[in-house]
């Protein structure tokens, strides 16, 4: 396997702490969105949040990818958004997976926050599907890498 290149150079490698999920078989459209609302948010406040859109009572507003999408009441400042709770399960993953490594490495966890997080499509998993008189139709899942970088606030 490849070594991977985080998209974010940390100058102080002791104040940090980083966590990867490569190949996640969810939405890169989703992970973006939810990335872009976890951006700069303290460690706690981030997993409440997460925790608010599995159980669907928090949506996530979708600025990018909105086309088609429905209003939700509970948005402030933006109409559009959706409820991607199989994406907010594995960027929850990933989150405590970079808590756990900010523990080991004796940082105060009560006082993180998210330096860094990103999501970029992985590979496409190729599939098929039947169809009507012996044709068949493509049917990929695509997938996607999350990067979480802590540290200190």
């Known amino acids: ?3 991977i290149n985080y998209a974010f150079n940390d100058d102080d490698k002791a104040k940090t702490a ?18 872009r609302e976890l951006r700069g948010m303290e460690l706690e406040k981030a997993k ?8 669907m009572k928090k949506a996530v507003p979708f600025k990018r990818h909105n086309k ?21 399960e594995y960027i929850l993953k990933v989150l405590e997976n970079a808590e ?4 080991y490495k004796g940082l105060d966890s009560e ?4 330096m ?6 992985g590979m496409v998993i190729r599939g098929w599907t039947p169809r009507a008189f012996g044709r068949a139709s493509p049917f990929n899942t695509p997938t996607t890498h999350v ?5 200190e606030a």
């Not at 006082?111 to 998210?114: F, G, P």
């Not at 990067?147 to 540290?151: A, H, P, V």
């Open 68 to 88: 088609k999408v429905a209003h939700r009441k509970e948005l402030e400042g933006w109409p559009s958004g959706r409820y991607p709770v199989k994406a907010a």
């Open 147 to 151: 990067q979480i970088l802590l540290g």
């Open 116 to 121: 860094h997080i990103s999501s970029h499509r």
């Open 1 to 3: 396997m490849a070594k």
């Open 100 to 103: 756990a490594n900010a523990e």
């Open 48 to 55: 409440v949040y997460l925790e608010e859109v599995i159980q």
């Open 111 to 114: 006082n993180l926050k998210i």
């Open 18 to 35: 980083k966590a990867i999920g490569r190949g996640l078989t969810i939405s890169p459209k989703h992970a973006v969105e939810i990335c």
